[in-house]
């Protein structure tokens, strides 16, 4: 058993072969010993010092010492031995049968194992066509004993059965352990780059945070400072929290959804809208329906954020009277797979000079950046259409970190909201 196990080397093979072949030779001898006592009634002497059992001894003893040493020439000389032995055997007019194939057979099963394939090739070739010759030569039309025939072509054939089974083994040892290496390779590569994806994941995730947190705290900043401004610079200052509120909330819907690259619409410009009520509470009355379920690049979602931000923020400044507070209607719709953004409200609508402020030139320059469409028109009031193609808007599928126990985000449609008290 030890042999059989240690049987993935050259040398292990080398050394198989060596034990099997002086084994069968050894049996062969004793074989033609006991045909030349008791078929032939030979003398014990005779009979022992007779070629067909000295020669095949030698054979045997020869074979042994190849397994001692490692060597190229130990492994030729195992190649040459079955290769002279299977042309021998094809000769002679005795024993000219195919019986000799096996000898040759398995001296090129041997050259396969121990050379490089085309060297194995042609000396396979060579050694094929000087075999079909001698046997050509050699094959008799009688047998000097069917008995004998039999019996050394049983131990012939028992050998070769033998010695392929034990090259079959190793094989197939050879395969598990190349098997057992490359499965060890890819689930230790695997391991690491799943590490190094949590490690990214993680890290940008933190990102997120950390980003988002600071913009929250530059929008504190912004709006403790209104309350050492007069109005004018109030209401600027104002504008200027909500637009870096707009950006902040991206950062934190990705923290809190685990997302890297995109986040639901729905639950941001849900979560944007609402932040706006507050903020306009004594101003406006902002109502919002949102039924599209995309899930937007983070790209996109900054500019969005920054293009409804300054779209409702103009709305509520415009839309209303001195007597009666403005009303403001946001619609985000799938409009044939693209996205629709509507901003109305219901004031006295747009004039020559309403459609040239920095806000307004901040949305357009944002709306072509993203290649969609934009149209201001009066329709009882001021009404602002844009178009978002679908590709600009999701660009490729979302990346989430891990799995989540926090809930989908649901399409906010047709919530209406009043402004706090």
């Not at 196990?5 to 080398?14: G, I, K, M, P, V």
């Not at 706006?276 to 919002?288: E, K, L, N």
Request: aromatic fraction near 6%.
């Amino acid at each position: 058993m030890r042999i059989i196990q240690e049987s993935t080397s050259r040398f292990a093979l080398q050394r198989l072969v060596a034990y099997v072949a002086s084994t069968g030779a050894l049996l062969i001898a004793v074989v033609n010993y006991i045909a030349l006592r008791y078929l032939y009634l030979h003398g014990p002497l005779f009979a022992f010092t007779h070629p067909s059992v000295l020669w095949v001894i030698g054979f045997a003893i020869a074979f042994f010492f190849t397994s001692v040493v490692d060597s190229p020439l130990a492994r030729g000389s195992q190649v040459m031995a079955f290769t002279l032995g299977g042309i021998t055997a094809a000769i002679q007019s005795t024993t000219g049968n195919l019986t000799s194939a096996i000898f040759v057979v398995f001296a090129m099963v041997l050259l396969n194992e121990y050379a490089s394939q085309r060297r194995a090739t042609a000396v396979a070739s060579t050694v094929g066509l000087v075999y079909v010759g001698t046997l050509a030569m050699g094959i008799a039309t009688r047998t000097a004993s069917i008995a004998l025939s039999l019996l050394v072509t049983m131990v012939l054939v028992s050998a070769v059965i033998v010695l392929f089974g034990l090259i079959g083994y190793r094989q197939h040892q050879i395969r598990k352990e190349h098997e057992s290496m490359l499965e060890g390779l890819v689930a230790e590569r695997t391991s690491e780059l799943q590490e190094a994806l949590v490690q990214r994941d993680t890290m940008l995730q933190e990102i997120h945070h950390r980003v988002g947190n600071s913009l929250q705290l530059l929008s504190s900043f912004i709006s403790l400072q209104q309350d050492d401004v007069e109005e004018g610079q109030r209401r600027v200052l104002k504008e200027t929290e909500l637009r870096v509120h707009a950006i902040a909330d991206v950062h934190a819907t990705l923290y809190s959804q685990h997302q890297l690259s995109h986040l639901p619409l729905a639950l941001y410009a849900g979560d944007l809208v609402s932040d706006m009520q507050i903020a306009y509470r004594s101003d406006a009355d902002i109502t919002v329906s949102i039924g599209t379920t995309m899930e937007a690049h983070i790209d996109f979602s900054i500019s969005f954020g920054v293009i409804l931000n300054e779209l409702i923020t103009n709305a509520a400044k415009h839309g209303g009277s001195a007597t009666q507070r403005s009303k403001v209607d946001v619609t985000l719709d799938d409009i044939d797979g693209n996205l629709q953004l509507v901003v109305r409200d219901y004031g006295r609508g747009f004039d020559a000079g309403s459609c040239s402020g920095i806000g307004t030139e901040v949305v357009d320059q944002l709306v072509r950046q993203h290649g969609g469409e934009i149209k201001r028109h009066n329709d009882t009031g001021a009404a602002v259409a844009v178009l978002f193609p679908r590709d600009a808007v999701v660009r490729e599928k979302p990346v989430r970190v891990g799995q989540t126990d926090a809930p989908a985000a649901t399409p906010v449609t047709g919530q209406s909201s009043s402004p706090p008290t």
